[in-house]
């Protein structure tokens, strides 16, 4: 890396809740909010900073094509690098 040049900078986005308090059929982060998944809204924020390099997003297994399309439907006009990834069985894994 060149003297004060800036690491690359990743975000990773936690999205593999089963959303199960939310008393939803769906996980919260394919809960929509006019017409767009929650999860999908997160990561457009995110990658508009044009800040981002990375961006990684846990998903729950059952759903990782959903939070795919989801979050590269969001991103797709951003220059950011996207990989959704299983969450662990708990929030602290």
């Known amino acids: 890396m060149v003297r004060g040049a800036r690491p690359p900078l990743v975000a990773v986005l936690t999205a593999a809740g089963s959303g199960s308090r939310l008393g939803m059929d769906v996980p919260k982060a394919l809960v929509e909010l006019g017409g767009v998944p929650l999860v999908g809204r997160a ?51």
């Open 43 to 93: 990561a457009a924020a995110l990658a508009a900073t044009g800040e981002l390099e990375r961006l990684v997003v846990t998903a729950p297994a059952a759903a990782l094509d959903q939070v795919t399309t989801a979050v590269r439907d969001a991103t797709r006009t951003h220059a950011v690098q996207v990989a959704v990834v299983e969450g662990g069985a708990s929030r602290q894994a």
